[in-house]
């Protein structure tokens, strides 16, 4: 693994937790409904970008908490400017990870294979 990319992991965990910090206990925009987790972050080489891949439970309404997000960048990474020591504070874009729901997309499919499986072998 090459040096910088061990900073760029590092960099990206550091970020990941500071930003579930502020999401959970700090940010007030009332767009933003639902739970909010952090479940990755990836940051450019140069430091000036990062997407951070957001999992949102219960919202009301996805597209506005996205949007929410979006327009309280600045008030997030100011925070984390205070708290995680970079020469440059990247730019955040925010992503919807779905992950999750692919994830139990796929369980439910298998299964459902696994209960076609068992009435045919029953027959």
Known sequence: MPKNEARLNRVNEELKKELSQVLNYELKNPNVTGM???????????????????????????????????????????????????????ELIFEIDDSMEYGAKIDSILKELNVNKDNNEEK
Do not use: H, M, W
Not at 45 to 63: M, R, W
């Open 36 to 90: 909010i987790s952090v479940t990755k972050v990836k940051i450019t080489p140069d430091f000036k970008y990062a997407k951070v891949y957001v999992s949102i439970l219960n919202s009301k309404n996805l597209k506005k908490t996205i949007e929410g997000l979006q327009e309280s960048s600045g008030f997030i990474r100011s925070r984390l400017a205070k708290t995680v020591n970079l020469r440059i504070t990247p």
